[in-house]
């Protein structure tokens, strides 16, 4: 005998992707309560800017706004969206 339940099936193939989403969320919300990966992430954005500046792909005014817009964020909203993400 020769049983099918395509029904059954797509539960399982929903169950199997709602898990695999599931660890993504977990993954990404360690990595963004993780204090010094936080600090690692601005470092890599300060970085990223002043490389733009001493390859001369930003002037100084451009890289002075980003650095700017950076800290602004950091000291405005990064506690606002930490703690969004810990209610995650």
């Known amino acids: 005998m020769m049983y ?10 929903l169950l199997q992707k709602a898990m695999e989403v599931a660890n993504d969320i977990e993954q990404a919300v360690k990595e963004l309560t993780d204090e010094e990966k936080i600090k690692e ?3 890599n954005d300060v ?18 706004n980003s650095l700017n817009i950076l800290k602004v964020y950091a000291i405005s909203q990064l506690s606002t969206h930490f703690k969004r993400i810990v209610e995650v």
Do not use: C, P, S
């Open 41 to 43: 992430m601005f470092r």
């Open 47 to 64: 970085e990223f800017i002043m490389d733009k500046f001493y390859g001369g792909d930003i002037t100084d005014e451009e890289a002075l």
């Open 4 to 13: 099918r339940n395509t029904y059954l099936d797509k539960i399982g193939e």
